[in-house]
């Protein structure tokens, strides 16, 4: 028989920590009480508490079954309602009762009601509360009460008071530097009180997160990731890489003279900040960043071509293949003139072609390889890969990043990474989680852009729209029309392009106008986007396949339909595919009727900015770092109780202290990190 579980083991309490650190999600202020006729003609968004002895209590059927009770003060009265109830609740409510209820006042058809507020039966003269009610998070089964009694009950094991010790005594702290974290209470009077707030507290602070009790917390939880992937850097630099310094710089240089165009300041910046890593003897591990369309191709190009010079293997990886083929489109000229070997791999190879391309990767015949997924494969293995650069990485998973290294001997040797991303990284989340990756950005474009003019116009002007686009192919230009996301149905997206592409085929009858989505076959899709590139399509209707990466100088107009249904990156993104050559662009974003208010003012942010990072930190307040990292990333290192727009000047003090402590007290880095993370250590390494 299985054995009964008890509720904390259900919420996965069984831990010391686990227990302690079960925090409150929020608080209940429980604490006052108003008349009835004072809750109902606030009529607030706000929950309010109120009491009254219930008069009526009948189940209705109209307009559908529901639990209707009515309860009253000396001079008011509530209707209270319920559309699924249990029977207990009837009896708890039934007249003659005493209640106290808890809820948001809306105006009902016969007067003021609350609609499934919380209630408590009492006795009319049973005090309030003194102090704020903590609510924890919890499952079904499991009530707020149980919890609040389990980790009562477990606060007081030894266990628990043993896991609070102080490990790193702040209050000796004499760098003026921490004097924040120098006054901050101690973890175990912090725990308490979170769990069991003082009357007296300050409720604000309390339910904003900035009180010094969870400052406490935050400081610790940081403290933890910090030292982590602070360690995880110190680790990094114990590895051996293939070291690249016998730099003769000919190859580089060679390149440079090929290239059309001599490299903006920025590009400068960037590739002696790579190649200054690639001449370390640990591997590389850096970020390329760059707004779309800022160059970050012939950086790549310029650290694959010093990796090559020095006798080794470079592997560009794309997370799809229209993205890789860009690639392979733009570095084939430039490196066969440079007499280097360029070996094609993708999973859609026909099985021979793949086996060629494997074997010369593997008897180190192809100096740059291609491709997507299909390079890190087990059966491929590169002879002596130097570099290893990957575009778009969060789109990969974080295994696939780990891959890089082979084995000398008994000695691994890992390769240089260079990962590249036209999606921002907003600074404060790229301190937090990004302490081990260096950061390069390419913060100015190619000169002779000109800004892209964004404008928002409602759906019903397509007619108009299209105009604009016959007036723009006139001119010999090309433009993009993106169809609408949608996203509970592949099919439904589908049918939407193809219609698309029907009725703009017949509006625009002469011009080319070509198709292109997702369930194309990958040769389909490249034969497309060939044509498009050669100009002999002039307008191509598509799905988000053209989000990265596209590149075609004379595309100068983009029409995103109902644009209310994209991110603020994915727009970002696609508008980035114009803009690219010498002519003034335009991306128009239409919307649909309906608009909320969040897709109202995400349209204006688009609309007025194109600073890849701006829109990047609006990002972030809208959607938290989760989802920016990435699924993969995200998960157990996410941090629970810091938020990194509120806390952002904690996470730099933090970040400064971990060093400090790493250099100074490594044991006690040591004991912190297993007190927090305890089997989450080797995970953050990742
Ligand atoms: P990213 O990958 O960062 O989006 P690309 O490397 O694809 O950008 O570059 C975008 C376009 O700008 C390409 O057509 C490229 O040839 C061109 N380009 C890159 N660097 C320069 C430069 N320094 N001056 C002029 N044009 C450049
Ligand atoms: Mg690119």
Redesign the pocket.
């Known amino acids: 028989m299985p054995e009964s579980k008890s509720p904390l083991s259900r919420l996965g309490l069984t831990s010391p920590a686990a227990l302690a650190l079960h925090l409150p999600i929020r608080y209940e202020d429980e604490t006052l009480l108003i008349s009835i006729d004072q809750a109902s003609r606030g009529l607030s968004q706000d929950a309010v508490q109120t009491q009254g002895k219930v008069i009526g209590c009948e189940v209705k059927f109209r307009p559908r079954r529901q639990l209707v009770v009515l309860i009253a003060d000396q001079d008011a009265e509530l209707t209270l309602r319920f559309l699924n109830f249990y029977p207990s609740q009837q009896k708890q409510m039934a007249v003659g009762n005493f209640l106290r209820v808890r809820g948001e006042v809306r105006q009902g058809f016969f007067g003021p009601e609350m609609v499934h507020p919380t209630v408590k039966q009492l006795l009319p003269d049973t005090p309030l509360p003194q102090q704020l009610t903590p609510i924890y998070s919890t499952i079904a089964g499991v009530g707020q009460i149980t919890v609040r009694k389990g980790i009562e009950k477990g606060l007081k094991e030894v266990s628990v008071k043993q896991f609070l010790k102080e490990i790193i005594p702040l209050s000796k702290i004499e760098n003026p530097k921490y004097t924040f974290l120098k006054e901050l209470p101690s973890l175990e009077e912090s725990i308490f009180t979170l769990h069991y707030p003082d009357p007296i507290i300050d409720k604000q602070s309390l339910i904003e997160r900035t009180h010094p009790a969870w400052r406490r917390v935050q400081f610790e939880e940081l403290l933890a990731q910090q030292l982590s992937l602070q360690r995880a850097h110190i680790e990094r630099q114990k590895r051996k890489s293939p070291q690249m310094s016998n730099q003769s710089g000919e190859l580089v240089n060679r390149l440079l003279n090929i ?6 300041k920025a ?1 400068q910046k960037v590739w002696r900040e790579i190649a200054n890593d690639l001449e370390k003897s640990y591997p590389m591990n850096r970020l390329l960043q ?11 190009a310029l650290a694959a071509a010093y990796a090559i010079d020095h006798g080794y293997q470079v592997a560009l990886m794309a997370p799809t293949e229209i993205l890789a083929e ?1 690639h392979f489109r ?1 570095f084939t000229p430039w490196f066969s003139e440079l007499g280097i070997e360029i070996c094609w791999l993708t999973g859609s190879l026909k099985a021979k072609e793949k086996r060629i391309a494997q074997e010369k990767i593997m008897n180190g015949q192809a100096q740059l390889a291609i491709g997507t997924h299909a390079l890190i494969q087990e059966n491929v293995e590169f002879k002596n890969l130097g570099l290893a650069i990957i ?1 778009e990485q969060h789109r990969f998973g974080v295994r696939q990043r780990l891959q890089f290294h082979s084995q000398q001997g008994d000695e691994a040797i890992y390769a240089h990474q260079l990962m ?1 991303s ?1 999606t921002p990284i907003p600074r404060t989340l790229a301190m937090t989680y990004y302490a081990d990756l260096e950061i390069s950005v ?1 913060d100015e ?5 000109k800004p892209i003019l964004t404008k928002t116009l409602k759906d019903s002007r397509r007619p108009d729209v299209i105009q604009g686009i016959r007036a723009e192919l006139l001119q010999g230009r090309q433009a993009y029309w993106v169809c609408p996301l949608i996203e509970e149905s592949e099919v439904l997206q589908l049918q939407t392009v193809v219609d698309t592409h029907l009725v703009l085929k017949q509006e625009l009858t002469e011009f080319q106008v070509g198709m292109i989505h997702g369930k194309m076959s990958s040769e389909d899709k490249s034969a497309i986007m060939n044509e498009f590139k050669q100009g002999n399509i002039q307008l191509l209707v598509s799905t988000t396949v053209i989000e990265v ?1 596209v ?1 075609v ?1 004379n595309a100068t107009l983009m029409v995103i339909e109902h644009a209310e249904r994209f991110g603020y990156s994915q727009i970002h993104q696609l508008r ?1 595919r114009v803009g ?2 010498e002519a003034e662009s335009v991306c128009i974003l239409l919307y649909g009727e309906q608009l909320s208010l969040a897709a109202k003012e995400r349209l204006k942010v688009l609309r007025e900015n194109t600073d890849g990072f701006v829109i990047a930190e609006h990002d972030l307040s809208l959607r938290g770092p989760g989802e920016l990292l990435g699924a993969k990333q995200s998960g157990e290192s996410m941090l629970r109780f810091v938020d990194l727009q509120r806390d952002a000047w904690l996470v730099s003090l933090v970040k400064d202290f971990a060093h400090d402590i790493l250099n100074k007290s490594p044991q006690l880095a040591e004991l912190h990190l297993q007190r927090w993370l305890g089997s989450r250590v080797d995970y953050l390494k990742a």
Do not use: E, N
């Open positions: 290239l059309p165009f001599t490299l903006t590009q760059g707004d779309v369309g800022s160059g970050k191709t012939a950086v790549a860009q733009k575009d590249m036209a390419i474009l190619p000169p002779g852009r990466g590149d100088p980035g690219r050559g």
